[in-house]
């Protein structure tokens, strides 16, 4: 009897110190999953700054492309309307030349009444470099046009570079957040169980 006794008082202890050894272990996990869930909610939280900021970069981007098309589309109309003009200055060119072959001949047959027709053909080069003039200077204007509406196409083609490099950016971020809520989700999980 007496051996019963103190086979049960040697038990004792021994159970009591694996009950301290089960809470000092269950204390120790607490904290190392504690402190790993508070790790990620910092992280979710940069990572959350970081998705609003570039959404705030991409909000700005495309407004620079609308603005960049629009642009693009205005130097176009332009370039259309000095290319029509173009076109009408070259009929306007070819009347006049036709009227100064007309004239010259009109010279040829007339040699008595030369004077008069010196003065018609001479109003006539006259009239033929002035609408080259305004020829050369709306073909100078259109290149100029045709030059910015080339540098807009390079402005929309950055503009879109980067739009597409900002949405990669955003599409890592919104990995990484998912990650994060994933892994966040499998942290608080045991910790329910418990």
Avoid: C
């Avoid at 103190?6 to 301290?20: G, H």
């Avoid at 173009?86 to 007309?102: H, V």
């Avoid at 018609?120 to 033929?128: P, V």
């Avoid at 890592?172 to 608080?188: H, I, R, T, V």
């Amino acid at each position: 009897m007496e051996d019963t006794r103190l086979a049960s008082s040697k038990k004792m202890p021994v159970s009591s110190i694996l009950i301290t050894i089960l809470v000092v272990a269950l204390l120790v996990v607490g904290g190392v999953a504690w402190s790993k869930i508070g790790d990620l909610n910092k992280q979710l939280t940069q990572t959350q700054g970081e998705l609003s900021q570039n959404k705030t970069e991409l909000t700005q981007v495309q407004t620079q492309l609308t603005q960049a098309k629009e642009n693009s589309a205005s130097l176009q109309k332009q370039i259309t309307d000095a290319q029509n003009g173009s076109g009408q200055l070259k009929k306007q060119l070819t009347e006049a030349q036709a009227s100064l072959t007309s004239t010259q001949k009109q010279l040829t047959d007339a040699k008595t009444s030369g004077s008069s027709f010196e003065s018609q053909l001479e109003e006539s080069r006259t009239h033929i470099a002035q609408i080259q003039s305004t020829a050369n200077e709306s073909k100078t204007m259109t290149d100029k046009l045709q030059k910015e509406l080339s540098d807009a196409k390079g402005s929309t083609l950055s503009v879109q570079k980067e739009l597409d490099t900002t949405k990669t950016q955003m599409a890592d971020l919104q990995s990484k957040y998912d990650k994060a809520q994933s892994d966040l989700a499998a942290m608080q999980k045991p910790k329910s169980r418990r």
